[in-house]
């Protein structure tokens, strides 16, 4: 079922969104980090891996700050595949 759930958001972004909206001042790839799977879809539909919070972090220093070897390898598997 949950599969599905990704399925059905890839094909909303794919249709209509982009990923690089703001949504009250949250940027896509923010709302998506604590969901690996969630983030490979919303970088793979082109979000900025460089798109900064109020504290000037981006998703690659996060995952550094906090050694989140996973959250590494979906920014590195999307970003180089």
């Known amino acids: ?16 969104t982009d990923p690089n909206h703001l949504s009250e001042n949250n940027h896509p790839v923010f709302l998506a980090i604590e969901n690996r799977e969630m983030l490979g879809v919303v970088l ?10 109020a504290e000037g972090n981006t998703i690659v220093t996060i995952a550094l700050k906090f050694q989140n070897v996973g959250l590494m390898h979906v920014i590195i598997f999307q970003f180089y595949s």
């Not at 079922?1 to 209509?16: C, G, H, K, R, T």
């Open 1 to 16: 079922m949950l599969s599905n759930f990704f399925e059905i958001v890839e094909l909303l972004l794919q249709a209509a």
């Open 44 to 53: 793979k539909l082109g979000a900025n891996v460089n798109a900064t919070d």
